[in-house]
C-alpha cells in the first residue's frame, strides 16, 4: 500500500507540473483528489488495514494529501494572476480615443411651447385636466350642445367640423373648451383647470391655418369670480409667456359660452408700421377668447349659477409659439423638417 500511495504521489507531482492553465490544473485535482479518485479509494481501504499498519498508512496517506493540495494551490495562485493579467491586457480601453457621436434629440417646438404654459397656469394654481374629461374624438353634446352653440350655429357646420360618418353626433373636437362641461360634471367648484390639446377643423390649409391644430382651454369655478380676475390672470400669463411685461387689449366679443366676451390682443411683437405683414398694420395681435361663463352653461351641467360664477379662456398654441418665436407659417410645425426643428 505504501509503494501504491508513492506512486500516485509521483503521477500527481508530474501531472500537476505539466499543467499549463487552471483548466488542466483542475483536471489533475479532480483526477487525484476528489472523491472517485484512486487515492481516496485507498482512504476508504483503511478499515481493512491492521491495527499496526492503521496509523503509519494514515499519517501518508493525510502527509501525501496536503502536500498535493498545497503544490495544487499554488500553482493555482501563478495561473490565476497571470490570466487576469492578460485578461486585463486584452480588455485595455484607450480612453483617448474619439467616441462614437450620438446626437442629441429635443422636445418638439410645439411640445416645448404646451410645457412652457401649463408651466405658468400651474403657478397661478390651475391643474391639468385628466384626459378622460378631454377626448379628441368627443360628442357633438360635450363639443357643442353644452357650451350653448344652437344647432344652427355656422360652427357646426360640416365645413368647420368633421363628423363621423357612421355615427352623426360624433365629432374631432373643434375646440378644446369640450372639456369644460365633462369637468364641470364630474366635480364640484371650485374648480380651475387647463386642458391643452389637439383640435380638428376642416380648414384650407395655407400659412396661417391647418386642419389639425392645438388650443388651451382654462376654467376658473368658484363663488364670487368676476371678469377682474380674468384680466389679473391672463395679463399675468401674458406677462410671463412673453416675458416682459406687454400692453394687451381688452376687446369685447362673442361666444356662445360665455357673457361678456372678450378677445384679448397684445401690442405687435415687431412691429414694421403701416405695411407689417404681421399684425396687418394695425399694431395688435389676438391671441385668446375668454369671458365669464354663460349661466345657462353653469345650469346646463347642474351648477347654479346664482351661487358660482367663473371664467374661461382658449387659445391657439401655433399662434402663441410663432409670436414668441417669429416663425411665419403654421405649417412649418407639422413637416418634421429638421433643419427647421433643430433650431429648438
Ligand atoms: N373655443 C374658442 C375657439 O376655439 C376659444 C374660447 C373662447 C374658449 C372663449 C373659451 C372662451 O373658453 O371662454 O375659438
Redesign the pocket.
Known sequence: MENKIKEIRQNAILKIEQATDLKSLEAVKNEFLSRNSEFNNLKKGMKDLSPEQKPVIGALLNKVSSELNSLIEEKNEIFYKKELNEKLLSEKIDITLDGDYIPMGHVHPLTKTIDEIVEIFNLLGFSLIRPEFSPEVEMEKYNFDL?NVPKEHPARDVQDTFYCEDMPNVVLR????NA?ARQMMNSKPPIKIISPGR?YRNENVSARKNNLFH?I???YVDKNVTMAHLKGVLNEFIRLYFGSSRPTRFRS?F?P??EP?V?IDVQCIMCKGEGCSICSGTGWLEI????M?DPNVLNDVGIDSTVYSG??????IERLAMLKYAIDDIRLFFNNDIRFLKQF
Open positions: 357650451l373643434s375646440q378644446t373648451s369644460q383640435v388650443q382651454e382654462g376654467l366679443s361666444f359660452f360665455t366676451s378677445e385668446l377668447g375668454a369671458g361663463v371664467f374661461a379662456f382658449g387659445m391657439g
